[in-house]
């Protein structure tokens, strides 16, 4: 590692997190690792980064950075036993990826600053596979200096664009809102698919004229092949949906900014729950990816669905 480059960690090897500090790590950053479970993160060891025991190993590096499910997890990593800022020492700059509430960030950002740290909200857009294919995005909020010392790094893993939106938690907003927004295009791609599918068209050929026409997005290609296949391979789930949506739904009251939309698309994923009651074993079906909403929706149509088998392109291949 260069004299001049910071010293990294990093916190979180989930679907996300992992391919996430990797590509920090090929990009030639030495990068300090913790993950509740080890084993994930072993992987990263034989490709250069630095397994430590425990989140308080990681108290004497430059920027830490962390990707966590809940704010419950971020303050017990943080603040916990064991945690990153109980040593007495502690990283100069906290950069969170994490989808949290605003309190729960707020919060959090409060007892960092009275120890001297700065905090960084960092939430991203995209799944696993974007980060692969270098199309995941970012955007910041907190202390300017600070987000724009970090901007290079989280560039890293976030080429396709990094947006810095000012102080405080404006981007946890910023996020809360890009997942109703995906919420709610999930929902309806689910509808209109289901409409063309029972009208007699293949899924695979509805979806590659929605794909090449304005309508189309990263989203609807990469999520093609899963309604096409109906491969629920998890990127994200429909619980995280749900409090997602519940996040923002909570804002629009908070704003007094009506949100009819979302709050009927927040009820269909809730029959999603209940249809997943039919299911041999519904905890692991919940576990699966939110694009099976499909199902539900074409239960709701009286249509049976099964894969067709085709091999779709996701417009991440490299």
């Avoid at 949100?259 to 009651?277: C, D, I, K």
Wanted: glycine share 10%; with cysteine.
């Amino acid at each position: 590692m260069a004299s001049n480059q910071p010293r990294i960690g990093w916190i979180g090897m989930g679907r996300m997190g992992f391919p996430m500090a990797e590509r920090l790590i090929k990009a030639g950053h030495e990068v300090a690792i913790w993950n509740r479970t080890r084993a994930k993160a072993e992987p990263l060891a034989r490709q250069g980064g630095v397994l430590v025991d425990r989140p308080s190993d990681l108290a004497d590096v430059d920027i830490l950075f962390t990707i966590v499910s809940t704010g419950r997890d971020l303050e017990q990593v943080y603040f916990g036993r064991d945690g990153v800022a109980t040593t007495g020492k502690h990283p100069r700059i906290f950069v969170d990826c994490s989808t949290i509430g605003l309190d729960e960030s707020a919060a959090i950002r409060e007892r960092l600053d009275s120890l001297g740290a700065a905090f960084v909200a960092a939430p991203v857009s995209g799944n696993g596979k974007c980060v692969k294919a270098g199309q995941l995005s970012a955007v910041l909020s907190g202390p300017e200096q600070a987000c724009r010392s970090v901007q290079s790094l989280i560039e890293t893993f976030a080429p396709r664009g990094v947006s810095y939106v000012g102080e405080g938690e404006l981007a946890r907003i910023c996020k809360i809102a890009h997942n109703v927004l995906l919420g709610v295009v999930i929902q309806n791609l689910a509808e209109i698919t289901i409409l063309a599918n029972k009208a007699g068209i293949a899924r695979s050929d509805f979806l590659a004229f929605i794909n090449n026409s304005v309508m189309g997005s990263i989203f609807t290609r990469y999520k093609s092949p899963a309604l096409v296949n109906l491969d629920w391979t998890t990127t994200f789930t429909p619980e995280l949906l749900r409090k997602d949506l519940d996040l923002g739904l909570a804002l629009g009251h908070e704003f007094d900014v009506p949100m009819p939309v979302t709050a009927t698309v927040r009820e269909q994923l809730q029959q999603h729950f209940g249809a997943a009651s039919l299911k041999p074993d519904p905890d692991r079906y919940l576990q699966q990816d939110f694009a099976a909403l499909l199902e539900t929706t074409a239960l709701g149509a009286g249509l049976k669905i099964q894969s067709e088998n085709k091999n779709v392109p996701t417009g991440l291949e490299t």
